[in-house]
């Protein structure tokens, strides 16, 4: 173990972005987690209207997506955000808040690394963030 004293402030301040990223990073799994089991028992105690009958899932799963799409009335792209209060959607946030948690750990890089005056690492999460961000818009798709 160091001695904090012998340690200059920039250590210091490293280690505690280190710990404000790790904790958001916690957090998100810990939330995502946490949505997706409450999601669950909802839709298993049939708490929650659903799209598909869970009598009915084995059918559709087995189709090509086209034809899932067409017989389910899915929603595709960010159209499951308007669904989350169907029991077959609701597990969506869950997941969401899984795939999220690296950005969401940038995000909280970027005010620590701006304070540390590490502009550079501020830059790299910002524009990782933007990349991340141009990709979930669904913009480039084609």
Known sequence: ????????????????????????????????????????AAYAAGWLPTRIAPSELERHWSQPLRRYLEDTGAPTGWRWLQELGSGDTACLLGIALLCSASALGLAAAIPASWAGRRRAVAALCTAQLGVIGLAASGLLAR
């Not at 972005?17 to 998100?28: L, M, P, S």
């Open 1 to 40: 173990m160091r001695d904090d004293a012998a340690v200059g402030p920039a250590a210091r301040h490293d280690d505690a972005a280190r710990h404000r990223v790790a904790a958001t990073i916690e957090w998100a799994t810990r939330a995502g987690f946490a949505a997706m089991a409450l999601q669950f």
